[in-house]
């Protein structure tokens, strides 16, 4: 082909701007929007779960009406964490020898024991403990195949008697004890996977675990609190105030540090500037700009931390309902704003090249394999099985009791 | 040990009730049904037995760890060797690229070379090689600057050459070609981070990838500085310079080597000098001999000779 051709075409091509290595300039960034749901989905999973660890552990009564709820909505995304990983790989038929055969030094490795110790030793056996004397009652109520489900998920152990069900509560809470280094371990270390890349300044970076436990947190505890809206409103029970308030307290609290250790991260890369700050700066001013200084930093941390805050100041002045629709609000602009964090790391470490001197161009697709459509699916599959969780183990008339308890 | 476990027992507290969904159904309370009592509870033993023998079993998980490891180890020795002639024993070699900087000129013959040896599939964004042009203008008159900017380009991994630079000559500070490669890393950052130990570091100083094993996560390509990998759209795993390790094992030069016009790559191994070698003249003579990004603390062994600052 004639070179002068070849080589005008080429100019074309890829949507470079400035330098990018050629190997880099690809249409779309190696890892893509499924590689913006996984840490998105996995911290909703540690965030929810410190959410009822604060009643098990902290004694914090005025939550146990979520406790059960937080519990399997970190299940429900557990089990959904690793599907945009599969997806993903170039051979996904081979992604056991990631458990059979890991690689000591990868932090990706530590993936299979991560994943498989919090989901066996960590939420499930917490679940069961705690489910196992309804689990033995409810067997014997239904009949049919719920009647079924019941009866396998109590594994043959059907002693309710006193010293038993306290033997489950005592569990309970050493494995929840437990839990929570497991939860900072199971998102820190997704944190470390990009903190530890050195070749990216954008990821390279010591606080990178630690904005990941924490914005999970946050993100987790807004879930929690949107679930458990959106349950009342269409189970037609009222929420519990209480629950409410210290919920958003505590979303008010840990979203403070979260901004904190973010606004830190930013002071500390202006402040000593090394050579990759000049890119960074346009990156954050330029693609992304949208999803960076508004998506996250306005709407998903500084309006939510100003209504919530407004919250702790006049809570008196403010009736129920007003404070209802700011933890509403509050909590979706957190879930907003937490997914765009993940965006930004994902696919802004992406965007411009190694050798600091171009910008990549991303444009999302609709469908396929790296398509926006897969991801929104991925998303709402946890929802769905949260959907059948709360059917199964959450039925309405123990939700009753448990209002009639609270009021 | 009994009393510490008793001590953490204690400071579970049985004061908790689940409140949601944690009551029984009346019902169930007054049910006749006689309730199995199997005692599974109060059995549940933490004594010495129950701790010696989790103690054992970790133990014996740590043993087969690192046997399993020195059972990989053997594997990858063995794969590495598998595709090498009989003979070849990588750790009496010790292989070195350097690349002289002022000698090149851009031809792209290697970048075309490479390709071809090594079936690197035809695209503008996948190369094991690849050559930057860097065109330095001069400053603004009284701008109080040494240089102008710096402008690098690479179309098309510079295969079929370079088109004039839209910079006139007279505005030309400075301009030259740099081939890009492995950087065939001592402390690799590719290969720290395979989650599989797919792409390992040979004993002579080549990174390899075994495709048979790789899973395609892009960890490796996320974690080279230099933009070196790239997702192979076809087998979909990493893929990277091998300095033609099926090549070199046989005595031979990598391909873009020895297609090199102006002898702009050297290769050589350092175990093994010979007469007139050219990679022990080429040390001789540019001591001042340095590497891409030496910050980040990789120890890269391809050597650039008369390297500009702005080269990254």
Known sequence: MNHNLTNSIVDILPRVEGFAYPNEATVHPLWSVLIVVYPYVTGLVAGAFIMASLVRVFNVRALEPVYRLSLLTSLAFLLCAPMPLLLHLGHPERCFEIMITPHLSSPMAMFGFVYAWYLMAVLLLELWFDYRSDFVGWSRAQAGLRGVIYRAFTLGVHDVSEPALRLDARMGRIISIVGIPSAFLLHGYVGFIFGSIKANPWWGNVLMPIIFIFSAIVSGMALCVFIYMVLSWARRVPASTDCLDTMGKFLFFALVIDAAIESLDWIHRLYSADESIHILKSLAAGRLFYTLLVGQAFFGTLVPLLLLGAVQLFRRRLTESARHWIYFIGSVLILVGVLSMRWNVVIGGQLFSKSLRGFMDYKLEFAGHEGWLLSLALLALPFVLLGVFIKLFLPLASAQTAQAQQS | ?312
Request: hydrophobic share 35%; with cysteine.
């Open chain 2, 1 to 312: 040990m009994k009393k510490l476990l008793e001590l953490v027992l204690k400071m579970g507290g049985t004061g908790y009730q689940p409140v949601f969904g944690g009551n029984l159904p009346p019902k169930i309370a007054t049910s006749q049904r006689p309730v199995p009592s199997k005692g599974h509870f109060q059995s549940l033993p933490l004594g010495r037995r129950s701790v010696l023998r989790a103690l054992t079993g970790a133990l014996a998980g740590a043993l087969t760890l690192s046997l399993s490891r020195k059972a990989k180890a053997a594997v990858q020795k063995m794969l590495v060797s598998s595709h090498t002639p009989k003979g070849y024993d990588p750790t009496k070699h010790k292989w070195l690229m350097a690349i002289d900087v002022d000698r090149c000129i851009g031809c792209g013959l290697c970048v075309e070379a490479c390709k071809t040896e090594n079936a690197v599939p035809v695209g503008p964004n996948y190369f094991r090689t690849w050559i930057e042009r860097y065109v330095i203008t001069r400053p603004e008159p009284g701008s109080g600057e040494m240089r102008g900017e710096t402008l690098v380009d690479s179309p098309n991994g510079g295969m079929h050459g370079f088109p004039p630079s839209l910079v006139p000559k007279e505005q030309i500070l400075k301009s030259f070609y740099v081939p890009k490669l492995c950087n065939l890393c001592e402390h690799s950052p590719c290969s720290q981070v395979c989650p599989v130990g797919a792409t390992f570091d040979t004993p002579d100083g080549a990174v390899l990838v075994d495709p048979k094993y790789c899973i395609g996560c892009g960890f490796c390509i996320q974690a080279c500085p230099y933009g070196c990998r790239f997702m192979n759209p076809v087998t979909k795993t990493a893929e990277k310079c091998s300095l033609c390790y099926h090549r070199i094992t046989r005595g031979l030069k990598p391909a873009c080597v020895e297609v090199c016009p102006t002898e702009a790559r050297v290769f050589g191994d350092l175990k093994n000098p010979v007469a007139n070698d050219p990679i022990h003249r080429f040390i001789e003579k540019n001591k001042a001999a340095q590497s891409l990004k030496p910050h980040l603390g990789t120890a890269p062994r391809v050597l650039y000779a008369e390297l500009d600052k702005e080269v990254r």
